[in-house]
């Protein structure tokens, strides 16, 4: 009986497939964990800048607010005009695009503490812009002694305590895929400055 000599130097159709299918699964698993450490770094930096804004939105109404000596609210339009300095200013929530905005408001005090003058009907009165954050639904006014709150419905002046609170729809994207959007109230309690404070 003839027996027939088998060459080892060559790879049989069943090794070039193991191969084939041990290279895809290395290379599978390799793309996901890429690609899994992609989706992590782009949510923690939208995370990161969530927060920033959040922290600079807040920053910036309490110091605008610390350095005024009155401030008036008119929930009708979502606006609380402030005094610092010299300067009429105005903090406006546009309901319709989630935005926070802070004005220079150019009426004079009697425009000040008048309730038909609006950011809709009189934008004019309202220049130099600044766009405080995009992505909150609600903003509050509350006039408060420290410990109970109530609507801001009165002239506040003279040192007294006014409390702001935010709420900022953040999102959290998943692993699995998917984002998740998250209702995140902040609160901030600001004192007026005295007029012989700022004097």
Known sequence: MLKYARSESGLTL????????????????????M???????DARVHHYNEQTVIKRTMNTLASQL??????IYFSDHN???FLTGTTFKAAVFDEANNELRIYDFIGDGLQFINSDI??????????????LT???????FYETDGET???LSTLLENGQLIEIVVTFVVQ????????????????????????????
Request: net charge negative; glycine share 4%.
């Open 35 to 41: 690609f899994g450490a992609s989706h992590l770094f």
């Open 79 to 81: 606006e609380l005009r």
């Open 172 to 199: 959290e994207d998943k692993m699995v895929g998917g984002i998740e959007s998250e209702q995140v109230s902040i609160s901030r309690v600001i004192k007026l400055l005295s007029e012989n404070a700022a004097e």
């Open 66 to 71: 610390s350095n005024s000596t009155r401030a």
């Open 149 to 151: 709150r109530s609507p």
């Open 118 to 131: 609006s950011w809709q009907d009189d934008p004019a009165l309202y220049t130099r812009t600044i766009l």
């Open 134 to 140: 995009d992505f909150a639904t609600d903003v509050q």
């Open 14 to 33: 069943v090794e070039v497939l193991a191969a084939l299918l041990i290279s895809a699964m290395v290379l599978g698993t390799a793309s996901l964990v």
